[in-house]
């Protein structure tokens, strides 16, 4: 159970037939980056300020979201505030403060991470090193500023929250969540009721999509605030927080293992505006489930990586302490899949990583006799097969612990496809075949758009499948490190996906982040982030084009004078109050 590693100490034998060109074109995304050293002055100062910029635009985005922000219908913390309430009387404000908040937020994001990547158009377009970065004290302080006004705000973005709490409260009651809907499970005569009074129309009669081991968690914050909604908001966002602290521990440490500045992975991940205002304002479970998978990604790749040997040297049949630390990082991501099961595919790319420690590789079968196959594959097989049994013993154990244990079963095998009644326009399959049915309808065929959704969203599954398979052959291949991999099969699955929301682009942003440095890459995953991030405004159903256009017109002029104020100089004809000099 030693390692075995090639010269190049990627884990191959150079002894080994030559290896297919799986992923030769997917692996260029990656190049090693070279440390920089930190800041200077000037460049400290400019920071300093960027931050505060960012952080105004969170507290203008906590006081606009009292009036756009998703409330709930009963118990409205601020109903009857004078000052509080203002906002949800004032809807055209709020929305003002709201929008123009989230477009400083990004900007800021935007701004200071010339200090991460470096600047769009020369560094990172490039492809070239910054000169200097800030510092992960830096980094990791800027993250806790622009977040703390949003931990005290209304869920942001989305309604979701209320799904959660009326599931957990259902599982609290002893039902089950997997067949009971937050309409027949919390009628209006149970005590209970409440929780399910803010569930959008759309889930009020759907069963829950979450995994067990959230419904569990959330079931003991319900026995810890019963019916109080605001309470039970909070302790969720606290889950929440934890999953971006997991994120924030993991990802440097992914990004040092891949060769990658962990500053850069940590400012186009974990610093990301749709972290800060989907996975902690809208206190999406996504945050846990990445948080989980990541931090049990960087124990088994620790494990797998090590010199050391798995196996106890005295007692053979037990594991080592690095053969524990393996098989917690595993366990982990099984826990992870049991939040939401779309991170189970992690262990697959963690199981590729050991099977080439003991030995895998991806031999080319095209240029020798098929008898003599067997004997070139017969290694990689042999370690395959043992990877893949002990990922898949970890697992078993795991889900089936956490299935039993928290008493709610295996009905959530039947419920993952509860999303798809949504027909969502960042889909992509649902959005050609919606267009395909929109244009049957104009051409007199009739409105087949059901139909059509029913063939192509599992033809498009199917060939995510077919992706992900490429992609672990790419891993095996030692083209691509088991993160990018990873990274690449997440973006598959949300491309793919039969349903989609603005978050997911998480899924594959944040691990390829920590190891995807390409300009391409990058700037694309900038550019997305940020249009995403401003795309999707805090507006209700009810919301007039008239006063989203009026909203919209006055946050960009809020925004545009708040920039020139924070950052142009002042004209010398000006008094200048509390201030030196041009640069202060």
Not at 183 to 198: K, M, W
Not at 244 to 261: D, E, K, N
Not at 286 to 292: A, D, I, R
Not at 300 to 325: E, I
Request: net charge positive; hydrophobic share 50%; aromatic share 8%.
């Amino acid at each position: 159970m030693s390692s075995r590693r090639g010269p190049d100490g990627s884990g191959r034998d150079s002894n080994h037939t030559a290896e297919p060109e799986f992923g030769a074109a997917v692996a260029g995304l990656h190049a090693d980056e070279p440390e920089v050293g930190p800041l200077n002055a000037a460049e400290n100062k400019l920071l300093n300020r960027i931050k505060i910029f960012g952080a105004t635009g969170s507290i203008l985005l906590l006081i606009g979201s009292l009036g756009t922000g998703a409330i709930p219908v009963s118990q409205n913390p601020v109903a009857g505030m004078r000052v509080l309430s203002l906002p949800s009387r004032m809807f055209g404000t709020a929305l003002t403060l709201s929008i123009g908040g989230t477009l400083m937020l990004v900007v800021a994001w935007l701004l200071i991470g010339r200090f991460a990547v470096g600047r769009l158009s020369v560094e990172v377009y490039g492809g070239t090193t910054p000169a200097r970065r800030m510092t992960r004290r830096q980094a990791d302080h800027t993250l806790l500023l622009w977040i703390a006004p949003i931990i005290i705000a209304p869920p942001l973005l989305s309604k979701d929250i209320y799904s959660y709490l009326a599931q957990s409260a259902i599982a609290y009651i002893g039902k089950d969540p997997y067949t009971v809907s937050p309409l027949n499970g919390l009628p209006p005569d149970h005590p209970l009721y409440e929780l399910a009074g803010s569930v959008p129309n759309i889930w009020k009669d759907t069963p829950a999509p979450y995994g067990p081991l959230f419904l569990w968690l959330g079931q003991h914050i319900t026995a810890l605030t019963g019916d109080n909604i605001t309470v039970g908001i909070f302790l969720h966002r606290m889950l929440a927080l934890a999953g971006v602290a997991m994120i924030v521990w993991a990802l440097p440490r992914l990004a040092r293992r891949c060769g990658v500045s962990p500053i850069a992975a940590l400012w186009l991940g974990a610093m990301n505006p749709l972290v800060i205002l989907h996975l902690v304002g809208g206190i999406h479970n996504e945050s846990l489930m990445l948080g989980m998978m990541l931090v049990g990604l960087e124990l088994g790749l620790a494990a797998v990586d090590s010199a050391k040997p798995l196996m106890d040297p005295d007692r053979r049949w037990l594991p080592s302490g690095t053969g524990w630390l393996l098989v917690a990082g595993a366990g982990l991501i099984a826990m992870s899949s049991m939040i939401k099961a779309t991170s189970i595919i992690a262990l697959g790319f963690l199981g590729i990583a050991l099977a080439r420690r003991w030995g895998a590789t991806l031999p080319s079968l095209r240029s020798i006799p098929i008898r003599q196959w067997w004997s070139a594959c017969k290694e990689s097989v042999l370690a395959l097969a043992r990877s893949a049994s002990l990922m898949g013993v970890i697992a078993i154990v795991v889900i089936v612990g956490i299935c039993v244990g928290t008493g709610l079963g295996f009905g959530w095998t039947r419920t993952l496809s509860t999303g798809d009644i949504v027909r969502s326009w960042m889909s992509m399959p649902t959005l050609l075949s919606v267009g395909a049915g929109r244009t049957g309808i104009g051409l007199g065929l009739g409105d087949h758009t059901q139909a059509i959704l029913d063939i192509v969203r599992p033809l498009a599954q199917l060939i995510a499948a077919a992706f992900i398979i490429r992609w672990l052959l790419a891993a095996l291949s030692g083209r691509i490190h088991p993160i990018g991999a990873l990274g690449i099969s997440m973006a598959t699955i949300v491309v793919f996906s039969p349903f989609a929301q603005a978050w997911y682009l998480l899924w594959a942003v944040i691990p390829l982040a920590a190891w995807a440095s390409d300009r391409w890459f990058r700037l694309g995953a900038i550019i997305s982030s940020a249009l995403i991030a401003t795309v999707v405004m805090p507006t209700s159903s009810n919301t007039t084009g008239i006063v989203l256009a009026q909203g919209l017109l006055a946050a960009i002029m809020m925004a545009a004078v708040l920039t020139a104020l924070f950052f142009e100089d002042r004209p010398k004809w000006l008094p200048t109050i509390g201030r030196r000099g041009r640069d202060e």
